[in-house]
């Protein structure tokens, strides 16, 4: 049983796990390591982003990661899986298609964006945060006062569907180390560092195994 936590929810569920140090060191030297750039076909305003499909997936940490994705599936949201996945009990579900980094400077950011045309679960790693704690700007807004770090935002939804009650949006600070597992129809954006900061992320598209949907396309019908 994996030790998820549970974010609060208003849409999709956001599970969560803490890497080890040694973990999001393996997966820090494979980002320094890369050369393979992938910016095009991204949406991201961030200059180095690098494929590291190969290397993550012969990474020490990468079937643990499977695992966790595995666990969510089985624990956290099976969606329409569910029944199939409680009969067949699958020990292997998912295959990662595809694996980069963003290293994210000064004023870089992610806009909204999912990525439900390539994937069926996404995974973002933090390998490696460095926050520039003397920049002055770090204010996102007066509204919400908070520090701009990199968070992450997750949008579900419009202010019209809410006949004003919850939220349509959710804002994490990601710490060195977090994995977060997620629906990839969830809509998404990254806010911008500011100053000498440097914020290193890895994006993974997971894809179930094609015999695993097709037995859950038969039990729905």
Not at 21 to 49: A, H, M, P, W
């Amino acid at each position: 049983m994996s030790s998820f936590e549970n974010i609060l929810q208003f849409g999709p569920k956001v599970g969560h796990i803490k890497l080890s140090n040694d973990e999001s060191k393996e997966l820090y030297g494979i980002c320094l390591d890369s050369t393979d750039d992938f910016r095009q076909g991204l949406v991201g305003f961030i200059l180095e982003e690098k494929n590291i499909t190969a290397k993550f997936k012969t990474s020490k940490v990468y079937n643990k990661i499977k695992k966790y994705c595995n666990d969510y599936l089985k624990e956290v949201d099976p969606g329409y899986y569910k029944n199939i996945i409680e009969k067949e009990n699958f020990d292997d579900i998912f295959d990662c298609t595809k694996a980069w980094y963003n290293k994210q400077v000064h004023m870089e950011h992610n806009p909204l964006h999912n990525h439900f045309r390539t994937a069926d679960l996404v995974t973002v790693i933090y390998p490696k945060i460095i926050l520039d704690e003397k920049d002055n700007n770090f204010i996102v807004n007066k509204t919400t006062n908070k520090k701009q770090t990199g968070q992450i935002n997750f949008v579900y939804g419009t202010q019209n569907d809410l006949n004003g009650f919850g939220s349509t949006e959710i804002c994490l600070d990601p710490q060195e180390g977090d994995l977060l597992i997620f629906p990839a129809t969830l809509s998404h954006y990254t806010t911008p560092v500011l100053g000498d900061s440097v914020r290193y992320s890895i994006s993974c598209n997971w894809s179930i195994h094609t015999h695993i949907k097709r037995f859950a396309h038969k039990e729905i019908k």
